[in-house]
T-cell receptor, first 110, second 119 residues
Framework: LAKTTQPISMDSYEGQEVNITCSHNNIATNDYITWYQQFPSQGPRFIIQGYKTKVTNEVASLFIPADRKSSTLSLPRVSLSDTAVYYC???????????FGTGTRLQVFP | GAVVSQHPSRVICKSGTSVKIECRSL??????MFWYRQFPKKSLMLMATSNEGSKATYEQGVEKDKFLINHASLTLSTLTVTSAHPEDSSFYIC???????????????FGSGTQLSVL
């Protein structure tokens, strides 16, 4: 599984767009990039998954450059309830041990 | 969406007792499930990979006799913490792989976690 690197923490204010970048220089051809959100005392929640270019769903967008060595999770207009830890996972799931990185602790202020 | 159910959500037990945690995939079959452990304000640590019908694969440093994993069916994996001690107190989380569906790829979904407190 490709090792990932994310900022330890980020601060934002309500209504702002937040972009969290994950570096994964050793990503393999078959690897997908998946982002999860975790609140205290809860299991991680699937946010979005992608392979290349851009993926968008109802809660976030995921931007992946052509070399796929990094990815950016974009949260539009965050609210206080978006305060959580965000993890990126890179791998082919079925074939890999799923090792979590440090995650990014996002704090949203009013 | 796919749901992984984990039970119980919280358990308090006396030192020396055993505790069983269940992880179920509610609307899909999961041949592979994973068990994690998480300490406060830390990331998830993979403990073992649970494969239906075969022995679990444990990560280095995880005692397989302490953390018994059984994956007897395609929808259920259990983690038993045997002879629990206070140092086993932690947040335990399971996850299951939702197989490829239609045009989508496999996805990993997590249970809600179990907070184990050993007195």
């Amino acid at each position: 599984l490709a090792k990932t690197t994310q900022p330890i923490s980020m601060d934002s204010y309500e209504g702002q767009e937040v972009n969290i970048t994950c570096s994964h220089n050793n990503i393999a051809t078959n690897d997908y990039i998946t982002w999860y959100q975790q609140f205290p005392s809860q299991g991680p929640r699937f946010i979005i998954q992608g392979y290349k270019t851009k993926v968008t769903n109802e809660v976030a967008s995921l931007f992946i450059p052509a070399d796929r060595k990094s990815s950016t999770l974009s949260l539009p207009r965050v609210s206080l309830s978006d305060t959580a830890v965000y993890y990126c996972l890179v791998g082919a799931l079925k074939a890999d041990k799923l090792i979590f990185g440090t995650g990014t602790r996002l704090q949203v202020f009013p | 969406g796919a749901v992984v159910s984990q039970h119980p959500s919280r358990v308090i037990c006396k030192s020396g007792t055993s505790v069983k945690i269940e992880c179920r995939s509610l609307d899909f079959q999961a041949t592979t499930m994973f068990w994690y452990r998480q300490f406060p304000k830390k990331s998830l640590m993979l403990m073992a990979t649970s494969n239906e019908g075969s022995k679990a694969t444990y990560e280095q440093g995880v005692e397989k006799d302490k953390f018994l994993i059984n994956h007897a069916s395609l929808t259920l994996s259990t983690l038993t913490v045997t002879s629990a001690h206070p140092e086993d107190s932690s947040f335990y989380i399971c996850s299951a792989i939702l197989p490829r569906q239609g045009g989508s790829v496999e996805k990993l979904f997590f249970g809600s976690g179990t907070q184990l407190s050993v007195l």
